[in-house]
């Protein structure tokens, strides 16, 4: 049945927001939402032109700043500058259990030009804030001042 299911292009097979479920969507309907969400254009601005190539040439930009003032070293230059990347992806997952079946939009910057640097970041205030879980959590405002 799975297989019959995943060669059927009018169907989308993908998990539900929460909990450990696969779905079986109607593609004409998931594309219809999918189209609803990004035609919002009070969230969303669609672009004349492909933006990867210039976010990878604006990042490794500023990280030969960095690594001129002495800001990064050599090795975390190498490390965090992007190479073949893509543009993040843009999906959404169904929220089985509200009423309805709302979607969760996500955009996924796996492989985008600034992935390394976002994850050194997470990481780094993670340890920063002593966090068992490396997911940013912003202390209260006074620690700015």
């Known amino acids: 049945m799975f297989r019959s299911l995943h060669k059927d292009y009018s169907r989308i097979i993908t998990k539900a927001d929460k909990g450990n479920t696969i779905v079986v969507l109607d593609s004409d309907d998931y594309n219809k939402n999918v189209r609803e969400i990004l035609n919002d254009s009070n ?3 669609q672009i004349a032109t492909h933006p990867t190539e210039k976010s ?14 002495v800001e990064i070293t050599d090795r975390s230059y190498k490390s965090f500058c992007p190479r073949g990347c893509t543009s993040p992806r843009f999906y959404d997952l169904p929220k089985m259990h509200k009423p309805g079946n709302p979607v969760r939009p996500i955009v996924s910057s796996f492989n985008s030009p600034t992935q390394k640097i976002g994850k050194f970041l997470s990481l780094y205030f993670a340890y920063l804030f002593r966090l068992k879980n490396p997911i940013l959590k912003i202390p209260p405002i006074s620690f700015l001042s």
Do not use: I
Not at 56 to 69: A, F, M, N, P, T
């Open 43 to 45: 969230t969303y601005e």
């Open 56 to 69: 990878v040439k604006e990042v490794r930009r500023d990280l030969s700043y960095l690594k001129g003032k």
